[in-house]
């Protein structure tokens, strides 16, 4: 058995080889990389896709390192970029996985190419605007979108 196949083995079994090469040749877009979208990313390396862009213009802060997946207590703070973690962790886990770190509003350039080049969108977005500009710009490019993320609502409501 080849290392690719080993590495990929108990996925094989539930994907099947052809579910694995379409893994392998997947490029994934994932907005908003806190705690859901560093944990999406690390499962998205493990799997093996081929290309995982992440788009977040935030930095880390203390109120994400109990769920950010990767987040190193020398990770400063401020100063270190979500992008700049879901980078890393994919790096570490896959290195054959290639990551593509956009620190940019999902309202830019950068952001609405790197999505119309996908072939899955995931949306781990607090609110609702950018979600539903997010859905829009799927929809308008035919693209798979799965939104997963909810926000914690503030007290009241």
């Known amino acids: 058995m ?7 083995d108990r996925s094989m079994r539930l994907f099947g080889a052809e579910g694995q090469r379409v893994l392998g040749r997947a490029a994934v877009t994932i907005v908003g990389v806190g705690g859901l979208g560093s944990a999406l990313a690390q499962h998205m390396a493990l799997l093996g896709v081929r290309r995982i862009t ?31 973690l879901t980078d890393r962790l994919i790096r ?7 990551s593509v770190p956009i620190a ?14 996908s072939n899955w969108v995931f949306g781990c977005l607090d609110d609702d605007g950018p979600r539903a500009v997010l859905n829009e710009l799927c929809a308008a490019y035919g693209l798979p979108y799965i939104d997963l993320a909810a926000d914690v609502p503030a007290a009241g409501i």
């Open 2 to 8: 080849s290392h690719i196949s080993e590495r990929y």
């Open 54 to 84: 992440s788009i977040d213009p935030e930095e880390l802060d203390e109120t994400n390192r109990n769920r950010f997946i990767g987040a190193r207590v020398t990770d400063r703070v401020p100063g270190t970029l979500k992008v700049a």
């Open 92 to 98: 570490e886990t896959n290195g054959e996985v290639e």
């Open 104 to 117: 940019r509003s999902l309202l830019s350039v950068e952001a609405f190419d790197a999505v119309r080049a």
